[in-house]
């Protein structure tokens, strides 16, 4: 009789915590015990200020088990002070700069480690996986490999030091020096690094040349079906447009918009045609930022956008499935050309064609590759007012096109990315079972 091996899976986000590591992560817990491996997870306690009603099942929840811990976290007490003095500003500056190095969920690692240590002097594990960002979870992951010698994959969602968000300040810089010696610890130590994309997985290698090829591995997320009742054809008299999730102003990824500004207000080719009023309205969900919604309004958008904060994930998923055309964006500029945001493989599930506003790189070739959307790795109005004049006539002729490449989407269903993930756990695990 075949015994299943069981992994340690140390994760800062999980659910009911939303985020896009808590969806890879529940994934995996949810799906390895069917290619061999039990997955017990270590978290945090729910954060109110960061839970939205997950969508869950009891038999989710009996396929791993979840451990919680306290952390602290006084990023988040200073985040939430507005102080009047100029001294007590600069003194909360101070104190978010300290208290988010390498990451503000750093005090979290003693909390991580002694849970771990707890759990493996009671169960026999035999491997351990940490998630990152927070990237601190390598440092828990490091310290947890060395001290009970059991072999360790390090799974990176986003680049830690050669991230797009760094500062240049001298305190900056001076912490970049120690952040790089934390992470070329982590790199030869971890059994193996897990990279999201090929860019990150070609970037890790170019700056760590001594790695080996064989330790630095491809694991893209997946995407899984919708439950039936949730699709649902569009509905809408209106062609409806769908954004899901938070904008990353950093980016400029505001280019369909501008370009429906501009169409409106009669400042591209008339060769395209007068902007059809009242016949598009453009969805965003979860829009939280503040740039976000002074863009709509300089636009003078705001009788076709309409902006909701986090509502339920499967409220957030009828949505998709109702809408006509799902919109994704980074930006067109290359800084983002590493990047594949995670909202594209809810996208393949809701199974509606996708516009995405991408450079050259991993998630334009993404969306290509599956043949699930169109892509502009340019902001110019004109080619962007064409496509979605073309679209709007296809609705009223109820002809919306979506021909994805199955086999290539197929590639990317959650069971393919969890048989690699259980394949990988068995190479570095004398003694495990074949997956």
Known sequence: MKTNKRLLMISYPFPPNASAGAVRSLKFAKYLPDFGWETDV????????????????????RRFNVFRTKTIDPWL???????QFVIFRLFRSLMMRLFSFPDHMGLWI???????????????????????????SHIAGLIISRMSNLPWIADFRDPWTQNAYRRNDFMERFLFHIEKLLEVSVYKNATVILANTESNRRRIMHDFAWLSKDKVVLLPNGWIEFASNKMKKP????????HAG???????????????????????????????????????LGVKDEVTRNIVKNL????????????????????MCGADLLWATLGTGNESSSYVPSKLFEYFAAKRPIIGFFPEGDAAELITKTGTGTVFSSDAPEPIAYFLKNAINDKEKDNIAYHPNELNLQAYHIHSIVKRLSGILDSICPGAPLG
Do not use: C, M
């Not at 007490?77 to 102080?83: A, C, G, K, M, V």
């Not at 003078?300 to 009828?318: F, H, K, M």
């Open 42 to 61: 270590i978290t945090i306690h729910p954060r109110v200020d960061a839970v939205t009603n997950w969508a869950s099942t009891d038999q989710e929840s």
């Open 246 to 284: 938070s904008f990353y102003p950093k980016f400029q990824p505001y280019g369909l918009l501008k370009a429906i500004a501009a169409w409106r207000k009669g400042e591209i080719a008339s060769a395209v045609g007068g902007f059809p009023e009242n016949k598009v309205s453009i969805r965003l």
């Open 77 to 83: 007490f200073f985040s939430r002070r507005n102080y």
């Open 235 to 242: 509905q809408a008299k209106k062609f409806e447009i769908l």
């Open 110 to 136: 003693p909390f991580a480690v002694r849970r771990a240590l707890a759990q493996i002097h009671k169960q026999k594990y035999d491997a351990i996986y940490t998630t990152s960002p927070p990237h601190s």
């Open 300 to 319: 003078e958008l705001e009788d076709i956008v309409t902006i909701e904060g986090w509502v339920p994930l499967n409220s957030a998923r009828e949505f």
